[in-house]
Nanobody
Framework: QVQLVESGGGLVLAEGSLRLSCTPSVTIFIINIMAWYRQAPGKQRELVARITSPDDTNYADSVKGRFTISRDIHKNAWYLQMNNLKPDDTAVYYC?????????WGKGSLVTVSS
């Protein structure tokens, strides 16, 4: 069974940076959509950033200009570079993949931004 493994979360001061990484436990040869979602306390899970083939990206308005999603096909991994973090970015971040209609989720990585 494929699992997505996130890394890179943690505690950071406002205006700081973090980089999240996501890697499947086994190689997924064709990933149609790679994405990051987040869920803040008391709120619904929301899409943060998405990248599809061939490298078309979409971002939530709240993170445009601050966050960058990227992927490394050879490593079968994708990343979320988060700059100028704000306390409102505090959430559990989940990586997501879709491969031919099958959805895969990570268990989540907590990002806490302190003011």
């Amino acid at each position: 069974q494929v699992q997505l493994v996130e890394s890179g979360g943690g505690l950071v001061l406002a205006e700081g940076s973090l980089r999240l990484s996501c890697t499947p436990s086994v190689t997924i040869f064709i990933i149609n959509i790679m994405a990051w979602y987040r869920q803040a306390p008391g709120k619904q899970r929301e899409l943060v950033a998405r990248i599809t083939s061939p490298d078309d990206t979409n971002y939530a308005d709240s993170v445009k200009g601050r966050f960058t999603i990227s992927r490394d096909i050879h490593k079968n991994a994708w990343y979320l570079q988060m700059n100028n973090l704000k306390p409102d970015d505090t959430a559990v971040y989940y990586c997501f993949a879709n491969s031919y209609g099958l959805d895969y989720w990570g268990k989540g990585s907590l990002v806490t931004v302190s003011s």
